[in-house]
């Protein structure tokens, strides 16, 4: 993604979400993309003789850089991945964990635009110096986390639930938006990816990663974002779109407490007793 205020007109925009689904060589030897699929799903179907039954969620983390998030996703990620090759000496293994956090100030670009932003492109996502600027390998374009939004990285082996991808993705669209119907607000899915307020109002943003069905990034929900850090950009390769949030919306709530209720959402969504832990 360009800068609104230094774009070229011939450089091409592209596709995809804030995290752009898409499976590693490991699962499907090509990168596939589910998040426009996830509609298609007709419900999800569990496989009740490997299904975990509990679902941990990890309290909070604040004021936390991307890079030091990326690394707490990371060692969960490997953790699931190594008891899966055999390389724990546990029979039983991880647990399904939600990451919940709330980070400093970043825009981060996908691998499409990695290398390939100008300097100036480089110093306007920086905000002068409010913000950092962080290239990435996931998919998708440039977008922005910070104070006042919930990210939630949800560690999972869809194998062991038995849920496709899209449904998967589904599940989660599904989360959010019973998470906001719980403070009155009515949103939906469109074409484009993420939850809606209405077809030109994007709360949050929704998308998988996949390494041997282990799931990692996950949904960006806008509780009292300022909004401004979105308009600075032309956010997931939607010019013609903006981006909203719960407070502007009317509701005074924290992102602390909105992590609890997805939480919960989640549990229901996947059958499972909800573990709070620090």
Same mark, same amino acid.
């Given at each position: 993604m360009i800068p609104r205020a230094v774009r070229s007109s011939s450089r091409p925009w592209g596709s995809g979400g804030?995290?752009?689904t898409h499976y590693t060589r490991s699962i499907a030897r090509q990168i596939r993309f589910y998040t426009a699929e996830a509609a298609s799903c007709g419900?999800?179907?569990?496989?009740?003789?490997?299904k975990p039954t509990k679902l941990q969620t990890v309290a909070l983390m604040s004021g936390i850089n991307y890079q030091d998030a990326g690394e707490n996703m990371e060692k969960h990620v490997r953790r699931a991945l190594d008891f899966k090759a055999g390389k724990l000496d546990q029979s039983e293994p991880p647990l399904p964990t939600l990451l919940n956090f709330e980070m400093d100030p970043v825009y981060t670009c996908g691998r499409r635009e990695r290398g390939k932003l100008s300097s100036a492109e480089i110093e306007h996502f920086k905000a002068d110096g409010r913000?950092?600027?962080?290239?990435?390998?996931?998919?998708?374009?440039t977008t922005?986390?910070?104070?006042g939004q919930l990210v939630v990285y949800p560690i999972l082996d869809l194998r062991a639930f038995?849920?496709?991808?899209?449904?998967?993705?589904s599940l989660l669209e599904k989360s959010i *938006? !019973? @998470?906001?119907?719980?403070?009155?607000?009515?949103?939906k899915t469109t074409q484009d990816t993420g939850v809606w307020i209405n077809d030109q109002e994007k709360i949050a943003a929704i998308g998988i990663h996949c390494r041997r069905n282990v799931t990692s990034h996950g949904i960006a929900l806008n *509780? !009292? @974002?300022?909004?401004w850090w979105f308009d600075r950009i032309v956010a997931c390769g939607l010019p013609d779109k903006s981006t909203t949030s719960m407070a502007n919306l009317g509701v005074k709530t924290t992102v602390n407490e909105v992590a609890r209720v997805f939480s919960q959402e989640m549990a229901k969504a996947l059958e499972?007793?909800?573990?709070?832990?620090?």
């Open positions: 804030v995290f752009s419900g999800v179907q569990f496989n009740y003789s490997t913000a950092q600027f962080v290239e990435t390998f996931r998919g998708g374009q922005f986390h910070g104070p038995g849920i496709p991808p899209k449904c998967y993705v *938006i !019973n @998470t906001l119907a719980r403070y009155g607000i009515d949103s *509780i !009292n @974002t300022d909004t499972c007793e909800l573990h709070f832990i620090n």
